[in-house]
């Protein structure tokens, strides 16, 4: 008995470090996994267990090794992701796993960029494109798009402050705009539960926002703050998307979070659409 747990565990730890999300996978529930690794349907049941927010994949009608696209929860009106290239789900389970880990990852960045793009045609004219922006994209692109744009915008009002005496303060008069262009939004009919989870979280997160802007034009002020590289910003979480960057994705630009020093490669996992209370 004691010869076949050794081995069990030693197979388990095989798969484990072929797929590293399996060790957060109890025991029996991937000895289930692995038994049905030849029926790729069969792992539909448990996409939850190794990925944040993936409720189960669409396969190809008329051939099931073939995945197309990734599907989130929350019932009717979820997300759904169409990869940018079809997965094959052949041999070892851990294998064509972490494909679509890849490919997921892949096709985030894809949307990261195109978010990105979008920003600066939305930020000249809040109003009329931010709302098309939001809509055209999941809800944890759309919340990076209004981060990138609140970052930029903070940012570029920083570095005028000593030659234009105004720009904080127009600074935060434009986030308090946006804030309350999206609070329209909150009372018209948003359809699903899923959109209007996403909407009131990127209310929620701009209410934080917009209070930072305040607080920065209050501090250049009183002359606390004299450009960008003050503390008072720097400490603050600021997101990029940087062109000419590469992560660990793809060579052709980056997300990048910053905190004071610190800089962070986004990591491009689906993360569905979830409530926010608290940032």
């Given amino acids: 008995l004691e010869k076949c747990q050794k081995s069990l565990e030693g197979y388990l730890e095989q798969k484990q470090k072929a797929f590293p999300r399996f060790y957060f996978v109890s025991n ?48 009717d009106g979820h997300e759904v992701i169409p990869f940018i290239k079809p997965v094959k789900a052949v041999g070892n389970i851990e294998d064509w ?4 880990l890849n490919t ?14 979008g920003v600066f045609e939305a930020r000249s004219d809040p109003s009329n494109k931010l709302r098309p922006l939001v809509d055209s994209n999941i809800a944890q692109f759309a919340l990076l798009a209004i981060q ?42 948003l359809g699903t539960k899923v959109n209007r989870r996403k909407i009131e979280t990127l209310v929620t997160v701009h209410v934080h926002q917009r209070d930072i802007a305040d607080e920065l034009y209050r501090l250049v002020k009183i002359n606390k703050i ?26 052709d630009g980056a ?25």
């Fill in 97 to 100: 796993l972490t494909t679509i």
């Fill in 255 to 279: 997300t990048v979070v910053s905190v004071t020093d610190v800089d962070f490669n986004y990591q491009y996992e689906y993360l569905g659409a979830k409530e926010r209370l608290v940032i």
């Fill in 28 to 75: 029996a529930k991937l000895l289930t996994i692995l038994s049905q690794g030849s029926d790729p349907l069969a792992m539909n049941a448990y996409y939850e267990n190794v990925f944040d927010a993936i409720q189960y994949v669409e396969h190809d009608k008329k051939d099931k090794t073939i995945i197309h696209k990734i599907h989130g929860d929350g019932g």
């Fill in 104 to 117: 997921m990852r892949l096709t985030l960045k894809y949307h990261a960029r195109s978010c990105a793009a």
């Fill in 226 to 251: 004299q450009d960008e590289n003050d503390f008072d910003w720097l400490k603050q979480a600021r997101f990029y998307w940087r062109p000419s960057a590469s992560d660990d994705v793809s060579s």
């Fill in 148 to 189: 990138i744009m609140w970052t930029y915008e903070t940012q570029t009002a920083l570095e005028q402050c000593k030659t234009n005496a105004n720009a904080m303060y127009s600074n935060a008069l434009k986030q308090k705009n946006v804030l309350e262009e999206m609070q329209k939004w909150c009372l018209q009919n």
